[in-house]
């Protein structure tokens, strides 16, 4: 099996597999007991805490620990909305964020919030004249993802904190669930991101909202105080110290992945873009891949892909049983056979030569099956 879907979740470092393992042997005691193996395993806490923040090059900043970057958006955009409605009710997001940002603020217009969309560029890139028109005095709450997760676009975080240190009521939220462990950025400045410890090979279940100041949080559920009283709950140390140690390795590897999978990405690129009726859509991280077979359906191709035994997706996992069509595409001004034909590679720490090339045997194998539907 060669897998090359990691922007849906990677396989985790046999590393991260065993400090999870090790933790839930030895510290499996609540973090919040005041005994002396409750204190033990309170110390691992704020050790995997002050990595985490270290690597991300936040250390003035607080880790809040959850279960993913599904959680944290939610916490951080129900939680400010609340604290700051008093100073507006305007809230700013490009056209491509994730469903667990878009939704969360789709609803919170049942809660009398206005929700506008920054314009993307058919780069995939945000449109910062389109987010300098619509800045204004009701606005208090911008959200841009660092990384696009469908076709790796790189988006200008840097950028938007400088345009948005004129509007100091607004707060600025980054998704980077698909940045970590891939590109390095600047998040200096940003006042929360988000991210998932099992799409940089950590494990399922741990994620972080990193924030400026945790006092500009309010609860979204309520119990016993826990990581600041933002995100109650018993905390899932194993997970988190396996989190800690991933990022880590991720972080070290970084460099030389970059370097290896850019080749991938090159090959891959050269080899489908002699196909007629084929588009590639615009890169950045050299991780992901946005291929169309014009006029097939994604699935189609994606499902031939599979019975080579060749796992990619068609969007977002989170995403991809749905039936409307994908808003980043979209936005990007594409045709719909354009984005109806989609499927999104994604390589990983794992991916090798040889997977690499089999890939691009196996596209121009599912061309020549398909051809007679493609236009």
Do not use: W
Request: charge should be neutral.
């Amino acid at each position: 099996m060669i897998y090359m879907d990691n922007a849906a979740s990677t396989r985790p470092y046999d590393e991260a597999v065993d400090a999870f393992t090790e933790v839930s042997r030895s510290y499996y005691f609540n973090t919040a007991s005041i005994h002396s193996e409750g204190r033990k395993a309170e110390k691992l806490l704020g050790a995997s805490r002050r990595q985490i923040l270290d690597l991300m090059d936040l250390g003035d900043y607080e880790c809040v620990f959850t279960s993913g970057a599904t959680e944290s958006n939610n916490i951080a955009i129900q939680g400010v909305l609340e604290t700051k409605k008093q100073f507006g009710r305007t809230v700013l997001l490009s056209e491509m964020e994730h469903p667990s940002v878009i939704n969360v603020a789709e609803k919170m217009k049942h809660k009398g919030f206005n929700v506008e969309y920054i314009k993307t560029t058919e780069s995939g890139i945000v449109d910062l004249d389109s987010l300098k028109y619509l800045l204004g005095n009701d606005v208090i709450f911008v959200t841009v993802m660092a990384v696009n997760n469908v076709t790796g676009s790189v988006q200008p975080v840097s950028e938007i904190v400088e345009i948005l240190k004129s509007y100091p009521k607004v707060y600025f939220h980054v998704d980077a669930t698909q940045a970590v462990g891939k590109v390095r950025m600047d998040y200096s400045g940003v006042d929360s991101l988000s991210l998932s410890a099992h799409k940089f090979h950590g494990v399922k279940g741990a994620g972080a909202l990193i924030v400026k100041e945790v006092k500009s949080m309010s609860p979204i559920t309520f119990g016993g105080g826990h990581e600041f009283n933002v995100r109650s709950g018993t905390v899932n140390l194993a997970a988190i110290a396996a989190m800690a140690k991933a990022l880590r390795m991720s972080m070290e590897s970084l460099e030389e992945n970059r370097l290896r999978i850019s080749r991938y990405n090159k090959s891959i690129r050269e080899a489908v873009s002699k196909l007629p009726s084929v588009q590639v859509q615009p890169g950045g991280v050299p991780q992901i891949i946005n291929v169309s077979y014009i006029g097939a359906r994604g699935e189609i191709v994606v499902n031939a892909l599979s019975q080579r035994e060749i796992m990619v997706s068609t969007t977002s996992a989170c995403a991809s049983k749905l039936s409307s069509l994908n808003e980043t595409l979209m936005a990007m001004n594409n045709s719909p056979d354009v984005v109806k034909g989609s499927i999104r590679i994604s390589m990983g720490h794992f991916t090798n030569d040889q997977e690499a090339d089999k890939l691009v045997s196996a596209l121009n194998s599912v061309y020549k099956e398909i051809g007679g539907v493609l236009k």
